[in-house]
């Protein structure tokens, strides 16, 4: 079992930026893949980024690339997305996932957070 805690979201402006955090715990941090998802209301939950096991290979949706950044810290059992560029499309409640297998089938995902609220308006 990995439990999982988001951390940092929040009202930012068109243009602004966010980081988001997400603390583990429980099983060895480093046996997972670390991803991020976001639900915007009335649409499915979508996949925004991932991370291997030792943070030397990230994946991105085309949405977010060249925007978002994915990384981790395997020693305090921690993810981040760094949002920059933020647009208000963006807005969604944004999730972090562990999983054994690397990619962004939502499927893969064992283990969820409870989501962070990110809102992008003016």
């Known amino acids: 079992q990995v439990q999982l805690v988001e951390s940092g979201g929040g009202l930012v402006q068109p243009g602004g930026s966010l980081r988001l955090s997400c603390a583990a715990s429980g099983r060895t941090f480093s046996y997972y893949v670390m991803g991020w998802f976001r639900q915007a209301p009335g649409k499915e939950r979508e996949f925004v980024a991932a991370?291997?096991?030792?943070?030397?290979?990230?994946y991105y949706a085309d949405s977010v690339k060249g925007r978002f950044t994915i990384s981790r810290d395997n020693a305090k059992n921690t993810v981040y997305l760094q949002m920059n560029s933020l647009k208000p499309e963006d807005t969604a409640v944004y999730y972090c996932?562990?999983?054994?297998?690397?990619?962004?089938?939502?499927?893969?995902?064992?283990?969820w957070g409870q989501g962070t609220q990110v809102t992008v308006s003016s």
């Open positions: 991370i291997s096991w030792s943070g030397d290979s990230t």
């Open positions: 996932a562990a999983s054994h297998r690397y990619g962004s089938i939502r499927s893969w995902y064992d283990y």
